[in-house]
């Protein structure tokens, strides 16, 4: 009886151990800058989905944004991103990274990602997030540090003036563990 009840728990506790912890976000702001030499100018996006799922050891998280999902206060100038971006073509940005699954209990984390955007794959190595954790929610702040050149893009001009380069993407999200 007794090792019935032993090989019960073994089995019970192997399911429970070799079980996905899995979290999709909650609440997101994804925020690119743009800079001229006349203005700044920010685009706003709620609109990103997603999906983590840890397993062995380690999480793989991916985020899908619609590229017409940002919003920059201007529609005219919005389209124009449209364009410029080849979102017809590519209407999604992706980003996808794996993290050790103790990263959890981290405050600060460096992550590798895989963003997919306007027809390009760029790989951005050791970038700085910052975690606050609450209940079984975790909030992530940090900043991707994107440029045109990077997506193959060229620089939109306004008045022959053309962007800067740099389009840093800032992230707050908060993820919540299903």
Same mark, same amino acid.
């Given at each position: ?51 983590? &799922?840890?397993? #062995? $050891? ?6 899908? %944004?619609?590229? =017409?999902?940002?919003?920059? +206060? ?40 895989? &963003?997919?955007? #306007? $027809? ?6 050791? %970038?700085?997030? =910052?975690?606050?954790?609450? +209940? ?43």
């Amino acid at each position: 009886m007794v090792k019935k009840v032993l090989i019960a728990l073994f089995l019970t506790f192997s399911v429970l151990a070799a079980a996905d912890t899995q979290w999709v976000p909650q609440q997101n702001t994804l925020t690119y800058h743009v800079s001229h030499p006349l203005h700044q100018t920010d685009g706003v996006s709620h609109a990103a989905r997603g999906k983590g &799922v840890c397993h #062995a $050891g380690h999480c793989d998280f991916l985020i899908a %944004v619609p590229v =017409k999902s940002f919003d920059s +206060g201007d529609s005219n100038r919005d389209l124009h991103m449209l364009q410029v971006t080849r979102g017809a073509e590519f209407p999604i940005v992706t980003v996808r990274t794996r993290l050790p699954e103790s990263d959890a209990t981290a405050e600060n984390i460096k992550a590798d990602l895989e &963003v997919q955007f #306007a $027809g390009q794959t760029v790989q951005y190595k050791q %970038v700085s997030f =910052k975690l606050e954790k609450e +209940g079984g929610e975790i909030h992530v702040t940090g900043t991707i540090p994107a440029t045109l050149s990077d997506f193959k893009i060229d620089p939109p001009s306004l008045l022959t003036l053309p962007v800067k380069n740099e389009i840093p993407v800032y992230v707050d999200m908060t993820w919540h563990q299903q």
